[in-house]
């Protein structure tokens, strides 16, 4: 069995929860902080955007926005000389947009559950918003957050659909697990598909033990 589809698929997912957590935890602290009802309804729809559309058809928006002649894609490769379509960081990317929601949907409805008199005093005590963040909000969400971000992990492990918009399926190169079973199946070498489906089984089966560690922690926490 090759490995490659293996290391290439926690080398993405490694990449992508790390740019996702901070970027989710970032959007949720700040949606949460909106007042308004209806900017803060815009705000979510936007962000909540990419769980609900087809990946194919999110994989065709970064396409267009990272591609060779998109906006994006044009300025890396005429200034810096980088490719960023059908490379390995365009499967980071498409990692990142498919799971940001879950880990920004995660992480709000965490923060948004914090007793508010907690945050009330640490303003008495003269704590800045982002020092009540850090020190009270963060610390009694974190099991929350953390099971945001183990889902948003494991779906970036699994992601198939904006991958091979945005990546392809190169060996080697881009083709990671899911790719590969895909790749398997096409080919006929169903030995080759059983032996990468297993290990995707294997490893939800642990992302729903975390999943289910952190609920009760989450449950203990209030």
Known sequence: MNLSPILISMRTASAAIVVTFFLGLLAAKWVAGVKGKIGKMILDGILTLPLVLPPTVAGFFLLYIFGVR????????????????????????????????????????????????????????????????????????????????????ARGLGEFGATAMIAGNIAGKTRTLPLAIYSAVSSGDMDIAYNYVLIIVLFSFLVVALMNYFTVQEKQVK
Not at 94 to 123: C, H, K, T, W
């Open 70 to 153: 998109g906006p994006v894609g044009k300025f890396f490769l005429d200034f810096f000389s980088v490719k960023i379509a059908f490379s390995w960081g365009a499967t980071v990317l498409a990692a990142v947009a498919i799971s940001f929601p879950l880990m920004y949907r995660s992480a709000r409805g965490a923060l948004e559950q914090v007793d508010p008199n907690l945050i009330y005093a640490g303003r008495t005590l003269g704590l800045s918003e982002w020092q009540i963040f850090l020190r009270v909000s963060l610390p009694t969400a974190l099991p929350g957050v953390a099971s945001g971000a183990v889902l948003a992990f």
